[in-house]
């Protein structure tokens, strides 16, 4: 896909049945409705549901429920075949069997007994700079901030996890850290955000700063 265009010109040739087999990324998974597909194939699932991403778990659910839409939509059915290391896991199983209700019930049991959302509220706070051994110390600086923070408010339930190299560690260059601020309330993490913005600790000295208050993803 290099133009705007591609996109559409290839969807319409795969509805006039111009062609017949269509390879590519997730994009391919959404939104398209084409009664005459019978067969779809997930390649390498795992890749999704091994990321140390809390989250990882309902991508790979709602993943795999979005490509086997794209089969059987005729009444003479259709056939999904997902390839994966882990078979039994609950968002693999729930999906395959169109059991909502069952995954949703797992994982918010899951994030509840770890403290993630909904339970918690995540600010997630990433540096990037090309000098890494610089960006461990400032982002570690950063963190002994927030603790002093936390410490002298005070802010009940509120932790840090971190900092930790990225998911995806490097990037156009620059290495990346990141650091999560979590608290059991709102108001909490307003509170320290506060003090932040009003000067209680100056922005880090690398090249890229972000502050992402409840992040969708920790990529």
């Known amino acids: 896909m290099k133009r705007g265009c591609d996109y559409q010109h290839l969807v319409d040739r795969l509805g006039s049945r111009e062609i017949d087999i269509l390879i590519g990324t997730q994009m391919i998974g959404k939104g398209l409705d084409f009664p005459h597909v019978s067969f779809v194939g997930m390649v390498g699932a795992d890749l999704v549901g ?27 059915g259709g056939y999904v075949v997902i390839q994966t290391l882990m078979p039994d896991v609950t968002a693999v199983q729930a999906a395959v069997q169109h059991d909502f209700e069952r995954f949703a019930a797992d994982e918010l049991d899951m994030r509840q007994r770890l403290g993630f959302p909904p339970f918690t509220r995540l600010t997630r706070f990433v540096f ?83 502050v992402d208050v409840d992040p969708l993803s920790l990529a």
């Open 128 to 210: 990037a700079d090309p000098r890494e051994r610089h960006l461990r110390n400032v982002a570690e600086s950063f963190a002994a901030d927030l603790r002093r923070h936390i410490a002298d408010l005070p802010a009940p339930g509120a932790d840090l996890l971190g900092p930790q190299p990225c998911i995806l560690r490097r990037l156009r260059g620059s290495y990346r850290y990141d650091l999560l601020l979590r608290t059991g309330h709102s108001d909490v993490m307003h509170r320290i955000l506060d003090r932040i913005r009003g000067g209680g600790s100056p922005r880090p000295q690398v090249k890229t700063f972000v």
């Open 50 to 76: 091994l990321s140390s991403d809390f989250r990882s778990s309902e991508r790979l659910f709602q993943l795999i429920t979005q490509v086997a839409g794209r089969a059987g939509r005729e009444r003479a």
